[in-house]
């Protein structure tokens, strides 16, 4: 019997398929691991504890998931946050750049 996904299972899976598409792009601008795995757990951490705000706010009303990010949503603020707070490789902030940029354009 099929059974959806839970809210909570979707943001991660989302999570972990756009952490693995940025990690490669940047990898391909030779962007060093070392830079890589910070971004990749700074977002990560960043991203799931608004992921917990998010279920916690739908427990108490399933209309308030209307009013959250969306998963990529999401995930395109946690990467516009690392790049205005911390020190990047020049590389890494033009591609993150380029992330936000393109949803910016998208909306």
């Known amino acids: 019997m099929y ?8 943001y991660i899976e ?8 940025i990690e490669k792009q940047l990898s391909d601008q ?5 830079e890589i795995r910070s971004i990749l757990d700074f977002v990560s ?4 504890e608004n992921v917990e705000r998010i279920i916690t706010l739908c427990d108490k009303d399933m209309m308030a998931l209307e009013y959250v990010p969306s998963p990529l949503k999401l995930f395109v603020d946690c990467l516009a946050y690392v790049q205005k707070s ?7 902030s ?7 940029s393109a949803w910016e354009d998208w909306m």
């Open 3 to 10: 059974k959806p996904k839970s809210t909570r299972e979707i």
């Open 14 to 21: 989302s999570l972990s398929i756009n952490s693995a598409s």
């Open 30 to 34: 030779s962007v060093l691991s070392e």
């Open 45 to 48: 951490k960043r991203y799931c």
């Open 86 to 92: 911390h020190s990047l490789s020049s590389q890494a």
């Open 94 to 100: 033009r591609l993150i750049q380029h992330y936000t």
